[in-house]
């Protein structure tokens, strides 16, 4: 194309100063409509200025003649040559101005070379493999970005196959469901015996045992290294029901076990760990094989079919067998869970839906189509005889119904309480000792959220509720405060000193004399008689509402509390406000747990997290510096940054910074080989191991850079003072919420925080209170949360409990 080598190429001879002089210029290379890596830097960003036409003359191949005025010194302008400058003088536009021998000479030469210059050439023949790489990456990220279309697109279609029952107008309460279509429980796989070089030792001799005692005496073996293991009643329970399964399964080669000090469990033990050990080293690929594999197994019984809807099973899998673990002080911790069979399975199914058959030899204990019921399977385990069930999962809308209809019911406790109040209040003085006790358990419950409590058998742990405290459990100290001291659900220990009122202060004495420790205080009660008189005083309330209802008013009075801090608060004080109304309700409810053993480590780990970052801040601060020195002084105080990254010295960053060198050198060989494991499991060609080590090669230089600023309180100025700013808040907004983390992990360090918000907290006051403060809900709210109650999510900003 004519022109078309002067339209994309400067020669050098062309660039001029102000003088006239030649002035030196790195040539521009021409930009494919695709490719611009080979654009250079100050041509990529500089943007063009238009050169003003100088006057052209005609060629010549004798010298010009220096003028004999100097020319006033000007600006350098570059004149790019086009087609339309062709055009020009053809119609009688400006002339060339002529030109010296050599310049034309020049001229002529590169007419005869390609486009680019020898030394870009050679470049450009040597760089087939970073394009290669480049369109890779290119590649890739675009299937990123489809991959999360995608999920996004699964969401929200997810979201809308989301049956609404809460929209229904469903009259009748009692029936549950019309059809029942499932495919029963799955049954663990059956046991897999040791490899013959795998024996336990018994009085320094092999034990050659066969699968049924092989398999009880693999359950302890796996535990040897546990609390469990030195916990005499768990070591106890266990001995006592192998030497049973034993006496029905001796040992193969005649030995008999009659001491549990002389058994030697570790050879199994070891090969345990060994196998766990391979399966920790599977390939990714190789995990998700396996985890198809199980998935495609399990499948048929994940879903069942109600109403024509397909919706997700909770618990299908039946627990394999093992030893029972319990809570706390339980007298059966240790004892032989044994292996449920269809033999003990009743299932619950549509009238004329298929009878499923069982994954393993037998038959099923009976088979009922009771539509008022929302179990599917249920049987009774051997160690404590209680019953098991099986329903359908937590977003599902039969759980979702019942979910609701208990907030429902706490809600409408609201329309009463005070009522209720009034009477138990006028009962405490009762002279029916019946009633009194009564008025003084409720009052208990109401104000303490005490549990009603239910009966113990003798093979249960040692649990108590109101209604069943012993008068060990209550010390009275005058004038008016009870401590109360006993184990609450769960083996947690319940202890409390509360000031009560002077007459249930002076009915607990009454209560307690001529009684010895061991018994009952309100022996005149029951969990059902009280249950009994809370319904004909609101139909459908029982201690249990009580305590939903005082969980839930009081969550939303303390949210309430602090609606004025909350106008211009930033999201970790939100995080803090919620977080401290959240733990006040659990405190309250008596949801506590034991310290975990590792919160020491995780506190120290918070701290190193928080110094990383306030390192993070300082070299953005130093960057801010070199870019905008002003911007600096207006923004920040020297004196207290000093003071704040006081901890922060040239020793702790060396080591710092070496430590993050090598975790980020580990990372990116991780990533490698990670990403090549999943390209190999998708049949893709493995990355080569350039990319790496560019990788690598980046890592390395970019921290040998750091090495060089350490000490002189500078960095170099990277990018643009208004992106260092931008970078900096967002930096201050999540030291400041990592310290709100730290403090709250602290503070909850003994309460469990999450059993009041799936169990005792309307879901709706948080999904109102998120909407009304600007909050997103599943920062408060687990993904399990949000899909067990899709029913919350559509309230107003304004709803109240």
């Known amino acids: 194309m004519p022109g078309a080598h002067e339209a994309t190429t400067v020669p050098a001879s062309k660039a001029v100063n102000g003088n006239g002089k030649a002035k030196k210029s790195k040539p521009t290379v021409k930009a494919e409509a695709d490719d611009d890596d080979d654009i250079p830097l100050a041509a990529a960003t500089k943007p063009k200025r238009v050169a003003k036409k100088a006057k052209i003359e005609p060629e010549s191949d004798e010298e010009v003649p220096k003028p004999k005025r100097k020319a006033a010194p000007r600006k350098s302008k ?41 030394k870009k050439r050679v470049k450009k023949e040597e760089d087939p493999e970073k394009e290669k790489i480049r369109l890779r990456k290119e590649k890739e990220k675009e299937e990123r970005e489809r991959k999360k279309a995608e999920k996004i697109k699964k969401e929200e279609e997810e979201a809308a196959a989301v049956f609404r029952w809460w929209e229904q107008d469903k009259k009748d309460n009692s029936q549950k469901w019309t059809t029942l279509e499932h495919q029963g429980v799955y049954f663990p796989p059956p046991y897999e015996p040791l490899p013959p070089n795998v024996k336990m030792i018994y009085d320094g001799k092999t034990v050659d045992l066969p ?78 094989a396996l985890k198809e594999e199980r998935d495609k197994i399990e499948a048929p019984y994940a879903f069942c079919i109600i109403d024509g809807r397909k919706e997700k099973v909770g618990n299908f899998r039946i627990e394999p067998p093992g030893l029972f673990r319990g809570r706390g002080e339980h007298p059966r911790k240790g004892a032989l869970k044994q292996r449920v069979r269809p033999e003990d399975i009743t299932l619950n199914i549509g009238k004329d839906s298929a009878i499923p058959k069982p994954n393993m030899p037998g038959k099923w204990k009976a088979i009922q189509h009771d539509n008022t019921v929302t179990w599917l399977a249920n049987w009774i385990e051997n ?62 419950i109401d104000k303490l959220a005490l549990r009603a409590g239910n009966e113990k058998g003798e093979d249960e742990a040692d649990t108590v509720g109101c209604c069943s405290l012993r008068c060990e459990h209550v010390t009275l100290e005058p004038p008016n405060v009870i401590i109360f001291d006993f184990l609450g659900k769960d083996s947690i220990r319940y202890y409390n000193n509360p000031a009560v009122e002077g007459q249930v202060f002076k009915n607990v004495k009454i209560f307690k004399e001529n009684k010895d420790e061991g018994d ?6 029951t969990t059902a008689s009280l249950n009994k008189h809370l319904n004909n005083q609101m139909k459908g309330l029982t201690a249990k509402v009580f305590r939903t209802y005082n969980a839930s008013i009081t969550f939303q009075t303390l949210l309430d509390e602090q609606q004025e801090k909350l106008k211009n608060a930033t999201f ?61 002084k207006k923004r920040f105080d020297k004196e207290d940054e000093e003071d704040e990254d006081s901890d922060i010295d ?20 991780k990533k490698f080989a990670k990403d090549n494991e999943k390209r190999a499991a998708d049949g893709q060609e493995a990355l080569p191991q350039e990319d790496l080590d560019t990788k690598l090669e980046g890592i390395k230089t970019h921290f040998a850079e750091l090495a060089k600023e350490r000490g002189t309180g500078k960095a170099k100025g990277r990018g643009d003072a208004e992106k260092v700013m931008t970078a900096l808040q967002k930096l201050e907004e999540k030291i400041a919420l990592q310290k709100s983390n730290m403090s709250e992990k602290d503070k909850g360090k003994e309460v469990a925080l ?13 999904v109102a209170w998120c909407k009304a403060n600007d909050v997103d809900v599943r920062k408060m709210f687990s993904k399990t949360l949000m899909t067990k109650f899709p029913w919350a999510m559509e309230v107003e900003d304004d709803w109240k409990f």
């Open 78 to 118: 570059v004149k790019e040559e086009s087609d339309a400058d062709h055009d020009s003088e053809e119609d009688g536009g400006p002339k060339k101005r002529k030109r010296s021998t050599k310049r034309a000479k020049k001229e002529e030469s590169e007419d005869e070379v390609p486009d680019v210059p020898k």
């Open 211 to 288: 699968p049924d005692s092989e398999e009880v005496m693999g359950f302890y073996a796996a535990l040897l290294e546990t609390e469990h293991a030195q916990d005499e009643t768990f070591n106890s329970n266990f001995f006592a029901d192998w030497l049973k399964v034993l006496g029905t399964h001796p040992p193969r080669n005649s030995i008999k076990i009659k001491a549990f000090d002389k058994c030697d469990f570790r050879p199994v033990f070891q090969y345990f760990e060994e196998e766990k050990a391979k399966k920790k080293a599977l390939t990714t690929a190789e995990k998700k």
């Open 383 to 444: 160690v404590n005889q209680s019953h098991k069930y099986v329903f359908l999962a937590a977003g599902s809308s039969l759980k979702g119904q019942s979910d609701m209809a208990k907030f429902e019911k706490a809600r409408e406790l609201k329309d009463y309480v005070d009522q209720i109040r009034e009477d138990y209040t006028v009962e405490l003085k009762s002279k029916v000792m019946a009633e009194r006790q009564r008025a003084t358990a409720m009052y208990f």
């Open 520 to 525: 009952p205080v309100f022996d005149r009660v």
């Open 572 to 632: 970790p004080e939100k995080m803090a406000i919620y977080n401290a109304a959240n733990r006040q309700v659990a405190i309250l409810c008596n949801h506590q747990r034991a310290a975990p053993k590792t919160h020491d480590q995780s506190m120290e780990k918070m701290r190193f997290k928080i110094k990383g970052l306030r390192y993070d801040r300082m070299k953005l601060r130093h960057q801010l510096v070199a870019l905008d020195s002003k911007q600096y």
């Open 650 to 669: 040239d020793d702790w960053i060396e080591d710092y910074e070496t430590q993050l060198e090598k975790v980020e050198l580990e990372k990116a060989m």
């Open 754 to 766: 999450s059993t009041s918000k799936i169990n005792y907290l309307d879901p709706r006051i948080t």
